[in-house]
């Protein structure tokens, strides 16, 4: 008999109750050391004070209210995500997946208004832009399209990182190219900057519209507000979710003036997206990941973290072949199913993730301690030498 839960999950047989930073406390008690977050969304730990804060006290004046109205906590967050970006304006959505519809349509909407004939969105192996008909379309993989035909027509999927491919593919009648800066399901793959440069520069020469997808690896992640300020480039349109929340369900699509031209009113729209309970949340990460002093703090910590990951993996060259990723977006490439690692890391009390290309994702809280770090290698530690 199928279970009530529509079963679309293989799940680990283990359920928390709550929650401390970087910890995760299971029904029996155990308490785990999170280096998943969620995926890469509770970047201030589990019930951080600020964000119950902001939480409650909106909790207790108006939960939802229709977009037919004003709604002032929007207004601030909109306010903080176009002051610390490229982005003249967003849209306030409720997941990623919800971002990157939006985003295909305000990619199609600009050409439309343009009275051009531009649909096709070049993007790359190995993506993941979400789950609705269109994002599974446009990562174009197997594993997510198989069953789910006919597709969204209007994508093409390019080798990931083939810039020759992508010169080859690229042309007056391309839409845009859509890419993640580091691909996070792809299995922690960050592009070069000076490849996501040449990206930027290809997207001018065609007049295509670049869209970059920071779900994974945006909100801190990789040491910078955002992963592509690295390259020194800026994206037209650009998708925000996971980490935004800090665990309350909030996305953004950020994008130019010029690039959201065509969306005027009632072209687009959303019931919950951009509530006051969500924004509430969303405003206060925003306050506290985006500042000079907590962005250099995750820095410190990635250089500490990556140094440790990369004794482990010199400690343990059955099991692991490298260290990979930017900031504490870390990615450890192994020589054996990464599923296999994420048991034996339960074993020991240590939350971790798996990706694509044989890798175990590290995404812990972006507060995570000094300590916190240490514990977590030598619990790896020793989940990797119960399978050497
Ligand atoms: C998780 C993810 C999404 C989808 O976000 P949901 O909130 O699950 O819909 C899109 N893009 C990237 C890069 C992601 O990691």
Redesign the pocket.
Known sequence: MISHVLPTYNRAPIAFEKGEGAWAIATDGTRYLDLGAG??VNVLGHANPDLVAALTEQAGKIWHVSNLYQIPQQERLADLLVDHTFADTAFIT???????ELAIKMVRKYWSDRGEDRIEILTFEG??????TG?IAASGSEKMTKGFGPLMPGFRTLPWGDLDALKAAISDRTAAVML?PV???GGIRPLPDADLREIRALCDQSGALLVL?????GMGRTGRLFAHEYAGIAPDIM?V??GIGGGF?L?AVLATEKAAVGMVAGTHGSTYGGNPLACAVGARVMEIVATDAFLAEVNRKAALFRQKLEGLVAAHPTVFEAVRGQGLMLGLKCKLAPADLVKAGYAQHLLTVPAADNTLRLLPPLNITDDEIAEAVARLDRAAASLD
């Open positions: 995926i890469a409720n997941s990623g997946t919800e971002a990157a993506a993941f832009h979400g789950r609705s994002a993640e691909q996070g399901e997808d920071e779900v994974q690896c998708m979710a996971k369900p996305g």
